[in-house]
Nanobody
Framework: QVQLVESGGGSVQAGGSLRLSCAAS????????MAWFRQTPGKEREFVAG????????TYRDSVKGRFTISRDNAERTVYLQMNDLKPDDTAVYYC??????????????????WGRGTLVTVSS
């Protein structure tokens, strides 16, 4: 049974930092592209950042480039999202996701077959 468990969310003031973690089990982690999505009430889930199975390629949505960094540790079966200079617009539930794709990184929610339950990030002004 595949499980993705996010942690590290919380409340922070604008300009602050948080580091999200996602621990994976039940899958051959090193064969999966991983990504973070986020969602706010009434809006569709949106892609935030993705990382190839090897860690050698990453991709980000424009609004987080230069502020967020995705990384992974295949030995620990964990993916991270370091979020710096947080803004109120970053407030959302953040979800970890996995895609059995060794050829690239998708950026659509439909590309990813496995999801965590999410962790809430709240950024106050």
């Amino acid at each position: 049974q595949v499980q993705l468990v996010e942690s590290g969310g919380g409340s922070v003031q604008a300009g602050g930092s948080l580091r999200l973690s996602c621990a994976a089990s039940g899958l051959n982690f090193s064969r999966y592209a991983m990504a973070w999505f986020r969602q706010t009430p009434g809006k569709e889930r949106e892609f935030v950042a993705g990382i190839m199975w090897s860690g050698r390629k990453t991709t980000y949505r424009d609004s987080v480039k230069g502020r967020f960094t995705i990384s992974r540790d295949n030995a620990e079966r964990t993916v991270y999202l370091q979020m710096n200079d947080l803004k109120p617009d970053d407030t959302a539930v953040y979800y970890c996701s996995a895609d059995r794709n060794m050829n690239g990184i998708g950026n659509r929610a439909d590309d990813f077959g496995f999801w965590g339950r999410g962790t809430l990030v709240t950024v106050s002004s």
